[in-house]
């Protein structure tokens, strides 16, 4: 069997087998990040939990660089690192970065790119407390793994959502996919904020990030909570250019996806402008489905992105 | 100017410029691991610290997949890992398993790589937590980031060396340089009991792991804690078959280079076996040397292990 048959998330259950036995483990792989039960001393009484995750891009998988500057793959593989940390619903403390690069990659464009990664650390007050610096015979590849933090009664998972609930959106979807997926740090607006306030209101039963497209990560709140949903097309906001195929599947924007019972919505909307409700969560037994402007169930395509396939 | 012309070592030198900020950060880039104040709630009013690593190996610049298999390179590219917590005088906790792919590489290839990864991960209780798994155009890509947990009166850097230390050396070196750096599990011992036993007698004053070689090990003590060193060359433990100078310079052996003030020699000789005294910490004017067998100073090759050169 090769790889081009079984498709990237078939390969991450395979790792996933392998039950967490740590006391210290409190989410293992399956979420947007880790969590672990460490917390820095000078938390005054106030239990948090430790956040960890991991993204890395891929020269000609995941970006190109005659489309992207060494400044952008920097700032962005950053960026996709701090998304997650947010769908958590927390803030991002410590780094890691590594970057494997070819001989023809000169000095300049290394500095160019960790310009990228400090700028952003900067910005959100992350100590890069290590990494590797690595060869790599053709790709550029950069990995970074960002450790947070989030106030225990604050974090968001994938695993909460319950029928009743509604499913919002913040943004606009189908951005990137209409682009072809060019990268650009102009494109990527971070979520951190409405993030931080959606999981300081209390009232969102789960949360995921984007990255992977709209529908998948419908599909993965759903797989994790065991509830089913439907998805109102008339409802999802599509971004300029982009057409609802676009928006529903294409993914890279790093939005939030969430979920919150229908009696707490005013509530939520009066504390987030550009918020949408774009569907519902039902019953498990009642699938994952689509609903056109005419009412009708549609079935859907396979979902996602999936680097393999 | 070009990446072949500035090495590895200029490299990460460029990304440590920036200066940790948060109090969390203990230590940031420059030693085997960072190390951030971050404990278990469970740890009974004693101190920890958390430490933290990353390692990674590409295909044709770390291993070559005729000569490693892939269990091999899954066991591996974790043991690289352990051993820098290890190097703390830490045990490890929690990993993150990123893999990189190129299509030829067959589902049960991977089932190999991770059964190498869990089975260190089974024998040191490291709960894998997170990941990522994605395609690589040439490539097989394996990257660990692993974390750690060490007492805070356990820790051990490579910053506190003082002139009248002596350099002690567990294990033996040059085995795999002679072998030509073919990996195999069988050849890598770790040696995380002893590192344990040398932390728990607080009795050293620096430690390191010796993965590029016992000369760049000696050095990375001597610039992080600002002192020179004599290392003498009839005192190295010579792997069966290898040359001095590949003991001296050929790395990838993951063994301890500590430092340990005259007075406790026989104390700390008392509690390890198969440990060599190699050499001994001066004052930072008097450099480092290696001194023959006649007693004559000798000038250091360009020291280590560099990927870019």
């Not at 000169?106 to 690595?134: F, H, P, W």
């Not at 209101?201 to 797989?223: F, Q, Y």
Request: proline share 3%; hydrophobic share 40%.
């Amino acid at each position: 069997v090769k790889l081009s048959q079984i498709g990237e998330f078939g390969l991450i259950d395979l790792i996933a087998r392998r039950e967490p036995k740590l006391k210290s483990t409190v989410i293992g792989i399956g979420d947007d990040a880790a969590v672990l039960k460490y917390q820095a001393p000078s938390t005054k009484g106030q239990e948090k939990y430790q956040l960890i995750t991991t993204d890395t891009l891929v020269e000609n998988v995941h970006f190109k660089l005659k489309q992207t500057s060494f400044f952008d793959l920097g700032y962005k593989t950053l960026a996709v690192n701090i998304s997650d940390i947010a769908a958590m619903g927390g803030f991002p403390t410590h780094a890691l970065v590594t970057i494997g690069l070819p001989k023809r990659v000169s000095v300049e464009q290394v500095r160019q790119l960790y310009n990228g990664i400090n700028k952003l650390a900067g910005r959100y007050k992350i100590d890069i407390v290590g990494g590797d610096t690595i060869a790599s015979p053709k790709a550029v590849v950069v990995s970074i793994t960002l450790l947070g933090e989030v106030e225990k009664d604050c974090l968001l998972t994938r695993s909460r959502a319950r029928p009743g609930d509604l499913i919002l959106v913040t943004g606009s979807f189908g951005g990137p996919a209409a682009l072809k997926f060019e990268l650009g740090t102009r494109n990527l607006e971070l979520r951190t904020q409405e993030a931080r306030m959606i999981a300081k209101t209390h009232l969102a039963t789960a949360m995921i990030d984007s990255s992977d497209g709209l529908v998948r990560s419908v599909l993965e709140i759903c797989k994790a909570s065991k509830v089913g949903a439907r998805i109102y097309e008339d409802q999802v906001p599509i971004a300029k250019g982009a057409t609802l195929k676009q928006a529903l599947y294409g993914g890279e924007e790093y939005e939030l996806v969430f979920t919150v019972n229908k009696k707490y919505l005013s509530k939520i909307m009066d504390k987030l402008s550009k918020v949408s409700v774009v569907g519902e969560i039902v019953a498990k037994g009642r699938r994952v489905k689509l609903v056109d402007s005419y009412g009708r169930m549609k079935a859907l395509k396979s979902g996602g992105y999936e680097h393999f396939k």
